[in-house]
């Protein structure tokens, strides 16, 4: 990477660990910046007959950061406010819920949720690289790799950024694949 490339680019030629990780960090930050300076009514928004909402996607992917880098790599148990969460009488709940939250709260969760994520993935690429097993097991026995706990994320990334896509341009036009150049997030605690 150069000084002029963005902060959010992936490597031209790195490791395989930091393609995986440069990937998501790209994701992450076309999400977030797809998702970025709204108000309430912004995020609340609807297309169509579809309930999601950028509100709905920022609250289920802090979970899903949390959930990846919690449970599933390590066993750790969820934190706030996830295991108050009664699941299996709302699985949805991370999607429906972000309705009553203010936005500065769901920007400072999935900001927060993010930053974990990075530091315990970067601790677990550390200590023994994406062929590392972790603690996500099939009911056979057979753990993950690391690096398809990852793929994973970056799937679930990928397919709800494209969701983003669509929301955001029905809510003030704004389309694109990337964010434009320098761009830092406007809402919420500072991105990278």
């Keep these: 990477m150069t000084h ?5 680019e992936p490597p031209v030629a ?7 990780v440069g990937a998501l960090d790209r994701l992450r930050a076309t999400f977030r910046w797809k998702a970025d300076d709204l108000d309430a009514a912004g995020l609340r928004a609807r297309v169509g007959a579809s309930s999601l909402t950028l509100g709905g996607l920022l609250k289920h992917l802090a979970f899903v950061e949390d959930h990846m880098s919690g449970p599933r790599l390590s066993g750790a148990p969820l934190g706030p406010p996830w295991d108050a969460v009664d699941w299996s ?11 009553a ?10 900001d927060a ?11 677990a690429l550390a200590a023994g690289g994406p062929g590392r097993l972790v603690h996500l097991a099939w009911p056979d026995g057979r ?9 994973d994320v970056i799937e679930e990334y990928g397919r709800h950024t494209g969701h983003a896509d669509l929301l955001r341009e029905a809510v003030d036009g704004v389309t694109g694949e990337d964010p434009p150049p320098g761009w830092r997030p406007v809402s919420g605690s500072a991105v990278r």
Excluded: K, M, N, Q
Excluded at 143 to 151: P, Q, V
């Design 89 to 99: 009488a709302d699985p949805g709940w991370d999607f429906t819920s972000a309705a």
């Design 101 to 110: 939250d203010r936005p500065e709260d769901l920007y400072a969760l999935y």
């Design 113 to 123: 949720a993010v930053e974990r994520s990075r530091a315990r993935i970067g601790e």
């Design 14 to 20: 790195g490791t395989e660990a930091e393609h995986l």
């Design 143 to 151: 753990r993950l790799s690391l690096r398809r706990l990852l793929c």
């Design 4 to 8: 002029d490339d963005p902060w959010w």
